[in-house]
Structures are given as structure tokens and as C-alpha cells.
């Protein structure tokens, strides 16, 4: 297929168990995909693949397939809802075109749907809502399109309509079509009949038809004008305008159904076709500086015709070797070319590409604009790196990663696993830019960091199963930082004269806390050439090289402020290994006088426990230090946030389970950094110091 205006490429994302994987299942059956569906709760979903997904019944990576549906071809992505894998959600919005939001009937707009949300935004994605689980306990399609409103600050466009809800729910209204579409009771997604809408729903169709139509035209001035006249639009124009209000990101049109029942599915995929963006009809990726990371104000244009451009957004090891998942924005890209990494500019020869469909694949021999697919075998290629024809080189804007909060140190069982671990751990880190590792200095531990206590116990469990690495795993802990809360001028030299030429500098400066997450800053400010120009980048360096490792238990320094005001040189000996010398030691001298302070990882937490169980949770919040934002009573229970200190949220689930008997849930994502308590900071330093001593 060339023809870009029958491409979709279309992510599914919502809150963990709102049934995105489930409603994944449904797409690839009715299209024909597989023929018979597995379903999540027995381990055998298509997209759930690896040994942990089938297990613990969630969704851990992005899968890829490709499927056709009324003479489009809908490539499909199923993303993961766990906020430990958030990564996985952002970089497949980042290539897709359009979306699919589901969310669960009964728990509505869950945190995590928020999160997945707030990116597609970023992102700027085009997106219908699916309100699934209508056939569950407390499910509500009315609520959750209310909740649409008012915690997300979207605009739903209502397309459909239960008909009945929980264990009477049968089939929906489409109202564009003012039709029934009622489904038998024998769980087969094509049997089904096109009826008359029900007699006690004909007012309430009619109300959402009206504000259906009355939103449409907003898009078009001319049939504004005549159905402020009195004209009906026509179903044709009415499609159109939705079309281009969805492509608009001016509404969502919202659909509902059951998907583990097979209801309301066919309508969703006609939506898919009718309402998201071709590749075509989006806003072209920008291209950016590659040493400045500015856009340059040209456009990735999505064409065959133009020259080869793809961004890699996926790295995955089975085992077959290393795949590239690859989002192709414009030209064309066949078997045995040469292509150029832009971000390490070195080229390589495309041996092998394939269609993936979850685990299986399909070999090709070519490929083109709005495609995605991946090659086998690539060497240098990491997450986020643009491929290009190595004539015409550019880079495609490049993804940001959110930074690591947790960490565990990990150590083989037996030394022989050693060098397999680290060669793992490699392949590892490639897949996910979340998850980092470094080697402790001190003690040669090595140290994995993830979003959260899931997604480590997810790494040590593949290492365990995929690369055969039993591993002795220690206490989490938490990644603290450092600042300082008082200004403080002051003054350092370095001399040393040791035979032949000397060291001097000499430099004047003051040290000021930043503002909140801005990082290093260093300005200059010197007058009448004391310190000449050429030596301020070394004296930068050597600030912002200490800036790893602060003075009160070695952890890394945040929002700090160097002004260089005065200083003085000697035009023999002063060099710029001199100066850089001098912030070194300037720093340590000067850091302890600047009231330095730690400061702890806060949680963005959201719990949902039943109602008779709220006072319990808030106390047990308040005792672990949190503080409570925001109360929200739902159908089923009680929504409670609160930001709550890291360190105090190891183990919670199991609290919650205790205090809720089982019924509650919660995620969290980091928020930001807040000066620890005293009596907190004194036994993390402490700590520091004796595993610092126990290591001598």
C-alpha cells in the first residue's frame, strides 16, 4: 500500500486494567488478524508476549502490530499503564499519528490516564475516547464523560450511547446514524442487529444529536451560518467536521462498550478510519540543530517523495537478535541501503526489516513514509535517534526521558555470572532510557535505578529468566540530592611552584542558592581583564564538575548559582588546568558555609481506597509525612492525593492492601524535591557514613 491517506497509526493508552490490551485483542480479531482471542486473565493476550506480562496480567512493554479494517491499514500499538513503564507510553505517542484513550466504566479518569494524557497533549496526538467496562459493577458512561471535563480539561464529542448499563448493558446508540446496534448473548462480536433506537432513549439521542451537530459545525463557517438558518447538515459535511475537529484536537469524540464482551468495538475501529489524521494531515515533525537542540524551522514532510528521514523510538533484544523499531516520516527505505545516524554520524546497511506483529514477523523489502517496522541487526542505535539518507542529514526532535528516583544494589550470585550480567544489564539499559546502572566507586557495587520498586523488580526478574542471572538484590534506596540555602561570597588561589613553570589562579565569587530545578548556572561578571576571558569555561568545568558530589554525604548538588566577580592571574604560570583547579577547591571550601541542606524525592501519590476505609488511609498518610492535596468521592470509593516523601513509600502496597482488606489501589510518580527534616537528614548521613566506613 502507498496510498498515505489509508494509513493509521494509532496507539491505545489508559490507566492500568481499564482493558487496552483487551480491547487490542478485539481490534485484531475483528480485523482478522487471529482468529482466536486470548485473554489477559489467562496469560494469553497477543500483545502481552513476555513470560512477566502473562504472569502478573499487566502490560510491561509496547507492542507493535499491523492490521487492516474497511481497506486501511491500522498499524496498532499497545502501551503499557503502569506508571513505572510510563516511558513506554511517551515514546509510542511520540510516533503515532492518532490515539485511542480507553477508560475504565467504573473507575473513570484514573491517575494514570492523566499522566498518559497530559503527554498525548505534549505531543499534540489526535484521539477518540473509548469508555469501556460498561457491563461492570458501579459503571457509569455518563460520570466518566463528566469526569472528561472536569480532570482532564478535554472536550468529549458523544458519538454513541449505552443502551441498558452493568449486567443489562446490550448494545449502543450511534447517534450520528440515530440507529441501535444491539448484540446478541453469545459473545460473538459479529452478531449483531441494526435496529430502531429504543422507544425510552428517542429524547435523550436526540438532546446529544443536537449538541453533536452544534460542535461539528463550529468547524465551518459556511454551514454554521446555515444551520443557524435552520439547515440540517448533511452526514457527509457532519463526518467532515468532526474530521477536522478531532485532527484539531478542538474535541474527542467518545465511544462506550464492553470489549471483554465484544460490544461497540466495530464502531470505535469506524471512527478510527472516519476521524484520526492520516500521516499526512498532521503537523510535520520539526528538524532541530543537532548541536544546539533548537529547531531550524524546517519540517520533516511526510512524502515517499521526499528524502529518507526515520526516527528510532524503540530498541528491543529477542531472540532473533536486536530489532530497531523505526517510525518512517518521509521517502522511501529498501533492503541493503546505507543509512546515517545522525547522533553518532556513522552509517550502516539495512540487511534485514520486518512487520512485526507482537512476537511474530513478516520480512519486507521495502518500506515508505507513515510506516512502521523494524530492522534487524542494527549496531550504534539508541532510543530517540534519527536515521537519514547520509546526502541529505538532519535531526528529527529528539525525546526527554524523565530522570530515575529509586535504586538497588545488585551483585551476582556466583562469580562466574559477572561479565554475563554486565553484557545483559547493557542490552538492558539500550531498551529502556529510564532505566540507568552505574558501578559504586567505593565498594565496585553495581547500582540499577528505575522509575519505581515494579519496574526494578520487573529488571531483576528478566535478568533472572531471559539472561540467567541470579541476582542478591539490597534495600532500595532513595536518590537524594543537595543544595544550599544562604549566599556566600569568598575568595581561592592555587599556587604551586614545583621547579620549572608554576600553577597560579586566583578567583572571586559568590555562590547563591538557584531557583527550584534550575539546575547549574554559572555567570561572569568580571571587570578590567583580572581573569582573562579564555579561562572562564575552565572555571565553569571545574564548579560544575564538583557539582556530582556534595560536602555533607556525597550525593549531587542542585541549584547552585556561581557569579565570578574579581580574581587575578600571572601571565607565566596561570593556565586553565590552574583555574580549573581553583573552582574545585573554591567549591569544597566554599559549599560548606552555604548552609547546606538535603533534600528528598516527593511523590505525586493517588490512592483509591472504599469509603470506609479513608480515615485510615489519610492517618497512615500523614504518618509516612504526606500531604493530603485533594479528596474526590467516586461511585466505588474515594479518591484521595497527596505528595508523600519517597523513602517513606517503600512496601506501601502491602499496607494498603492490609488497611483496605485488599480493595485498594494507588500509583505514584515523582513530583519534585523537598528539604528533608532534620532528624531525616541526620540518619541519611549517618547511613552514608557508615556503609562509607564499613566499605574501608
Known amino acids: 500500500m502507498s496510498d498515505l491517506s489509508h494509513y493509521r497509526n494509532i496507539g491505545i493508552f489508559a490507566h492500568v486494567d481499564a482493558g487496552k490490551t483487551t480491547t487490542t485483542e478485539r481490534i485484531l480479531k475483528l480485523t482478522g488478524k487471529i482468529h482466536k482471542t486470548g485473554e489477559v486473565h489467562d496469560g494469553e493476550s497477543t500483545t502481552d508476549f513476555m513470560e512477566q506480562e502473562a504472569e502478573r496480567g499487566i502490560t510491561i512493554q509496547s507492542a507493535a502490530t499491523t492490521c487492516f479494517w474497511k481497506k486501511h491499514r491500522l498499524n496498532v500499538i499497545d502501551t503499557p499503564g503502569h506508571v513505572d513503564f510510563t516511558v513506554e507510553v511517551y515514546r509510542s505517542l511520540k510516533v503515532l499519528d492518532g490515539g485511542i484513550g480507553v477508560f475504565c466504566g467504573s473507575g473513570g ?28 459493577m458501579g459503571a457509569d458512561f455518563y460520570r466518566v464523560v463528566k469526569q472528561v471535563k472536569t480532570v482532564l480539561g478535554a472536550n468529549p464529542l458523544v458519538m454513541t450511547l449505552p443502551i441498558g448499563i452493568e449486567d443489562e448493558f446490550k448494545g449502543v446508540v450511534n447517534i450520528i446514524e440515530k440507529k441501535a446496534y444491539i448484540w446478541d448473548n453469545t459473545g460473538q462480536p459479529e452478531n449483531y442487529t441494526v435496529e430502531d433506537v429504543p422507544a425510552d432513549m428517542v429524547d435523550k439521542v436526540e438532546e446529544y444529536y443536537e449538541q453533536l451537530v452544534e460542535t461539528a459545525v463550529e468547524q465551518d463557517d459556511d454551514l454554521m451560518m446555515a444551520y443557524m438558518d435552520g439547515e440540517m447538515p448533511s452526514m ?57 537542540g533548537e529547531p531550524t524551522g524546517q519540517v520533516a514532510k ?9 526516527l528510532a523510538f524503540k530498541i528491543m533484544d529477542d531472540r532473533f537478535g536486536a530489532l530497531t523499531f523505526i517510525r518512517i516520516y518521509s521517502g522511501k527505505l529498501n533492503k541493503g541501503d546505507t543509512i ?43 532510543t530517540g535517534h534519527t536515521l537519514c539518507d547520509p546526502k541529505h542529514e538532519c535531526t528529527l526532535e529528539p525525546m526527554i526521558f524523565p530522570e530515575p528516583v529509586i535504586s538497588i544494589a545488585v551483585a551476582p550470585k556466583d562469580k562466574g555470572s559477572v561479565e554475563k550480567m554486565g553484557i545483559a544489564i547493557g542490552k538492558m539499559v539500550a531498551e529502556d532510557p529510564t532505566f540507568q546502572v552505574e558501578t559504586d566507586e567505593d565498594s565496585g557495587e553495581t547500582i540499577l535505578k528505575g522509575m519505581g ?35 556566600v ?15 597560579f589562579g586566583k578567583i572571586d565569587y559568590r555562590i547563591r542558592p538557584g531557583e527550584p530545578n ?3 548556572k554559572f555567570v561572569s561578571t568580571v571587570v578590567g581583564g583580572n581573569v582573562p576571558k579564555e579561562f572562564f569555561p575552565a572555571i565553569e568545568k571545574g564548579f560544575k564538575g564538583m557539582m556530582q558530589e556534595g560536602t555533607l554525604a556525597g550525593f549531587p548538588v542542585l541549584d547552585v548559582e556561581v557569579e565570578l566577580y574579581d580574581g587575578g592571574f600571572h601571565a607565566v604560570d596561570s593556565s586553565a588546568i590552574a583555574f580549573e583547579i581553583a573552582a574545585k577547591g573554591a567549591f569544597r571550601q566554599s559549599i560548606p558555609k552555604a548552609g547546606p541542606q538535603l533534600i528528598e524525592p516527593i511523590m505525586k501519590v493517588d490512592v483509591f481506597t472504599p469509603e470506609d476505609h479513608v480515615g485510615d488511609v489519610i492517618g497512615d498518610l500523614n504518618r509516612r509525612r504526606g500531604m493530603i492535596k485533594d479528596q474526590e468521592a467516586g461511585a466505588t470509593g474515594v479518591r484521595i492525593k497527596a505528595d508523600v516523601p519517597l523513602s517513606e513509600m517503600f512496601g506501601y502496597i502491602g499496607s494498603l492492601r492490609t488497611m483496605t482488606s485488599g480493595r485498594g489501589q494507588f500509583s505514584m510518580e515523582f513530583s519534585h524535591y523537598n528539604p528533608c527534616p532534620n532528624n531525616v537528614a541526620e540518619k541519611v548521613i549517618e547511613e552514608v557514613k557508615a556503609r562509607k566506613a564499613a566499605k574501608k
Request: proline letters at 5%.
Open 340 to 382: 546515517l545516524n545522525s547522533a553518532t554520524g556513522k552509517t550502516e546497511r539495512v540487511g534485514r526489516m520486518v512487520e512485526m506483529h507482537a512476537n511474530d514477523r513478516t520480512e519486507l523489502s521495502s518500506a515508505h513514509a507513515g510506516d512502521i517496522l523494524a530492522i534487524v541487526g542494527m549496531k550504534s542505535i539508541q
Open 489 to 503: 561570597e569568598d575568595s581561592y588561589t592555587h599556587k604551586k611552584q614545583s621547579g620549572g613553570s608554576g600553577q
Open 236 to 292: 457527509e459535511d457532519l463526518k467532515r467536521c468532526i474530521r477536522k475537529g478531532t485532527r484539531d484536537l478542538a474535541f474527542f469524540p467518545t465511544y462506550c462498550g464492553s470489549a471483554f464482551k465484544n460490544k461497540g468495538i466495530q464502531l470505535v475501529l469506524d471512527a478510527v478510519v472516519d476521524y484520526l489524521p492520516a500521516p499526512d494531515e498532521v503537523d510535520p515533525q520539526e528538524l532541530t540543530d543537532p548541536e544546539t
Open 453 to 487: 520498586e515494579l519496574h526494578l523488580d520487573i529488571k531483576v526478574d528478566i535478568l533472572k529468566r531471559t539472561y540467567g542471572v541470579e541476582l542478591e538484590v539490597g534495600q532500595p534506596q532513595v536518590a537524594y540530592r543537595e543544595t544550599i540555602t544562604q549566599p
Open 109 to 136: 479518569v484514573e491517575p494514570q490516564s492523566e499522566t498518559n494524557w497530559r503527554y498525548a497533549n505534549d505531543s499534540e496526538v489526535s484521539r477518540i475516547i473509548f469508555v469501556n467496562k460498561l457491563d461492570r
Open 302 to 310: 511526510v512524502s515517499v517523495d521526499e528524502p529518507f528521514r526515520a
Open 518 to 520: 534550575s539546575g547549574f
